[in-house]
Structure formats: structure tokens, C-alpha cells
């Protein structure tokens, strides 16, 4: 297992639109795996390989409370595709782990039905709303080149992008 490094916006590795996945490998089992990892590490209830430049369709979730006890519950998608989408709207506080510390309400459709592989290349179908809603369509934005950051005005936008560029130039590399 291996922790990757997760991009933050501005990155124009961010805005690439990800290839499909044409056969379901070890390979891509294990970057399945270090995104799990890297996600939990973060943490975080999702993440999409476009935030670890890896220009695949990919994506990894858990939603479960494991401060509350609950038992994780990973999630792996492999070239998920939205399949139908309410008409009814729902708004929630969204956060991502290219945005870090930036926290907007979003509106997008209540409830959404995904077809994906699993990790067998076996074809799946999981519908959802609330929160698994809002992050299955954050994640499939991410594999199209979206933040959640689009979908706020262009003001807002604006401020935050300013605002990322800002930290950046602050911060000095890692080693
Ligand atoms: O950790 C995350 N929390 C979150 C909260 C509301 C809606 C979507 C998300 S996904 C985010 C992790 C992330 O950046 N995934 O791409
Ligand atoms: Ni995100």
C-alpha cells in the first residue's frame, strides 16, 4: 500500500477530463487500494484518481461514522457513469480535498443512480441520496475535470481560486 499525493487547485491536472479503465487489472486494484489509503489518511469520504494525477476513471468512497462506532465501509468504482438523476434538488455543505479549507453549500440533484465495475469488472448499479447523492456526483465531476468549486458563482469562485494561489505561494516544499 502507498500514500499518493493529492493536487490542489489550481493544478491543471485538475481540469483533465479521465480516461475509462479498459480492463480491470492487479494494477488497477492496487491504485484502488493506495487511493483507500490515501483517502482515510486525509481524511476523506471520498476521492477521485484525477486528485492523484492518475488519469483513470476511478474512485474510491466510505461514508461510514467510525467516530460513531460504525464500521468502515469502503466503496471502489471503476469508470462510474451516472445513470439517471432526480429533477428534485437538494443543497449541501460540500468540501474537497483540492479545495482544503473552503466549505460551500451546493445545489445539485437529490438523488442519482450509478453504474460502475467492481474490482472483478463485474457491472454494478447503486443508487442514492443525501450525502452518498452528493458525493457520488462530486467524485464523477472530478473524473470530468469539475470541482465543486464550479458550481458556486463565479464570484465565489473567483475568491477562493485567489485565495488557493495565495496559500501556495506561502507554502514552502516539503521534503
Ligand atoms: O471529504 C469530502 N467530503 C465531502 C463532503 C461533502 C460532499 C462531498 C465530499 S467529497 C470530499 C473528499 C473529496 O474531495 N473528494 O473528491
Ligand atoms: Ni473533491
Excluded: W
Excluded at 137 to 149: A, K, S, V
Amino acid at each position: 500500500m502507498a500514500k499518493l499525493k493529492i493536487l490542489v487547485a489550481p493544478d491543471p491536472l485538475l481540469k483533465q477530463k479521465a480516461h475509462p479503465v479498459t480492463e480491470v487489472t492487479d494494477e488497477i486494484r492496487t491504485i484502488l487500494d493506495d487511493m483507500l489509503e490515501t483517502m482515510y489518511a486525509a481524511p476523506g469520504i471520498g476521492l477521485a484518481a484525477t486528485q492523484v494525477g492518475i488519469d483513470k476513471r476511478l474512485v474510491v468512497m466510505d461514508l461510514a461514522n467510525t467516530e460513531e462506532g460504525e464500521e468502515p465501509a469502503p466503496m471502489k468504482f471503476i469508470n462510474p457513469e451516472i445513470i439517471s438523476l432526480s429533477e428534485e434538488e437538494a443543497v449541501l455543505e460540500e468540501g474537497c480535498l483540492s479545495v482544503p479549507e473552503f466549505y460551500e453549500d451546493v445545489i445539485r440533484p437529490a438523488k442519482c443512480k450509478v453504474k460502475a465495475l467492481n474490482e472483478n469488472g463485474e457491472e454494478f448499479i447503486t443508487e442514492g441520496e443525501g450525502l452518498l447523492a452528493a458525493c457520488l456526483q462530486h467524485e464523477i465531476d472530478h473524473l470530468d475535470g469539475e470541482l465543486f468549486i464550479d458550481h458556486l458563482s463565479r464570484v465565489k469562485r473567483a475568491m477562493i481560486i485567489k485565495k488557493l494561489i495565495k496559500i501556495k505561494k506561502h507554502q514552502t516544499v516539503k521534503m
